[in-house]
C-alpha cells in the first residue's frame, strides 16, 4: 500500500443552491476545518446530507476523494480546485480508486474504517460546476471515490497516514468495480464476483443482485 494521507477532513451542512429554474437541497458544499473531527458510525461531527435517501448511513459515512485526481479534472474540464471539491468528507493524496479494494479497513487517527462501496456520481455535481456531463464523466473514468463505515469511532485529522489493517483477500479494486458496474452490465461472472464480497454495501448489492436476475432470466 502507498503511503497515503489525509490531505483535509471537510464538512458541511446541507443549503438550497439554484438549479436552473428552482432550487435543490445539497450537502456537497464541504470545507476543510482545523484541527481534529471526531467521526461517529454515521459521519463526521458538523457535516450532513440532504438526501438521506442515497447519501449518508453507516455504510456511507465517510465520503473520499483523491486530490491526485484533481490535475485531470483541472485540464479544460473544471477550474482549480481545493479540498472538498467533489463533496468528500477526506481529500487523500498519494492513492486513488486503483489502490483501494473493497472490503480493505484502515487505521486513520483514532478510527478504523472500512471501504464499503464506490462513490456513485449524482447529478449534484453539475449543480455545484455547471457542468452537465460531469457525472456521467466520473462514471466513465472510474474516477468516482469511495465511502467508508466506520468500524471503531474516533477523532481524525489533516495529516493522518491512511494505515492498511487488512487487505481483503479478493482484491476488488474500486476502478475494478466501477468497470462492473457501469461497463460490464452483461458479464454475469463478474457480477458474480462483485457480489461474493460480503463487505460491498447494501445499496451497491441491491442493484446488482436485481441485474444478475434479469441476465439469469435470459438464459
Known sequence: MKDVRIAAVNVGLPKAVPNGKKEV????????????????KLG????????????????????????????????GVLPKLGPG??????????GAEEDFCIGDTFAIGEAV???SQPRQPCFKLSVRYGV?????????????????????EGAVQAGD??????R?????TVMRANEIKYKLKDDAE???SLLAIEELADGWRGSLVKRLAALEAEL
Open 25 to 40: 437541497e445539497t450537502g456537497i458544499f464541504k470545507h476543510p476545518v482545523d484541527g481534529a473531527v471526531y467521526l461517529s
Open 44 to 75: 463526521f461531527a458538523g457535516d450532513g446530507q440532504a438526501d438521506l435517501k442515497n447519501h449518508g448511513g453507516a455504510d456511507k459515512a465517510a465520503c473520499v476523494y483523491s486530490t491526485d485526481r484533481f490535475p485531470f479534472w483541472e485540464n
Open 85 to 94: 471539491a467533489f463533496g468528500e468528507n477526506l481529500s487523500i493524496e498519494g
Open 113 to 115: 474504517v472500512q471501504l
Open 132 to 152: 452537465l456531463e460531469l457525472p456521467a464523466q466520473v462514471q466513465d473514468t472510474g474516477y468516482s471515490g469511495f465511502y467508508f463505515r466506520v468500524l471503531k
Open 161 to 166: 497516514q491512511v494505515e492498511l489493517l487488512e
Open 168 to 172: 481483503h483477500p479478493a482484491g476488488m
Open 190 to 192: 463478474a457480477i458474480r
